[in-house]
């Protein structure tokens, strides 16, 4: 007892403890944004920096898609939200918002990167 004393009260920090959680909801602690492949972090940077850019080609996507798109990014003036409010406020499964999400992305990108391979 005494030591689980001395713990909170020197406010002692592991690097398991939680911190937040991520888009998803998921409880997210400093070793896993420690462990995350630098790749990932850099590509997400990435993806919202171009999102704005790439609005122009959203008219490929069906109307699911974009709202799918629109609600998780925040776009449109709306604000950003989870799969899991997304799923919510559509009534479809979370797993499926992000289904629909990876698709409307490669969608865009590809519409996008070979326009700019164009231009």
Do not use: C, W
Request: net charge neutral.
């Amino acid at each position: 007892m005494h030591l689980r004393a001395l713990k909170k009260v020197k406010k002692d920090v592991s690097l398991h403890d939680p911190i937040g959680q991520d888009k998803e909801g998921n409880e997210i602690s400093l070793i896993d944004i420690l462990e995350a492949e630098s790749e990932n972090v850099i590509e997400y940077i990435q993806l919202n920096m171009e999102i704005e850019k790439m609005q122009d080609y959203f008219s490929i996507l069906d109307k699911r898609e974009k709202e799918v798109i629109i609600y998780r990014y925040g776009l449109n003036d709306k604000q950003e939200m989870t799969q899991r409010e997304i799923a919510k406020k559509l009534n479809i499964s979370r797993s499926y918002v992000s289904r629909i999400e990876k698709r409307a992305l490669m969608k865009v990108f590809h519409e996008y990167y070979r326009n700019e391979r164009k231009g």
